[in-house]
């Protein structure tokens, strides 16, 4: 099981709360365009994931087991 994080861009507003919360799993530039730059999560970043899911304030962040 790896612990991945996929970012629904239909529904980001490149606020950069993610890439501040959890930088070394997003990416935002300067024109707000998100990016998850770490495709395979340890379990070390777990709750770093968990908490920039939940402080995405779109709900644009899906962090899951596959
Ligand atoms: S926190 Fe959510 S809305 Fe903000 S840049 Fe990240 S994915 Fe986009």
């Known amino acids: 099981m ?3 994080a996929v970012i629904d861009w239909d ?3 490149g606020n950069g709360i993610c890439a501040r919360v959890a930088g ?5 530039d300067a024109e ?4 998850v730059i770490l495709h395979e999560i340890p379990d ?3 709750t770093k994931a968990m908490l920039a899911m939940r402080q995405c304030p779109t709900k644009a962040i899906t962090v899951s087991e596959a």
Request: charged share 30%; with cysteine; proline share 0%.
């Open 44 to 46: 070390a970043l777990r």
């Open 11 to 13: 529904k980001c507003e």
């Open 24 to 28: 070394e799993i997003f990416t935002v």
């Open 2 to 4: 790896t612990l991945t």
């Open 32 to 35: 707000g365009n998100s990016d």
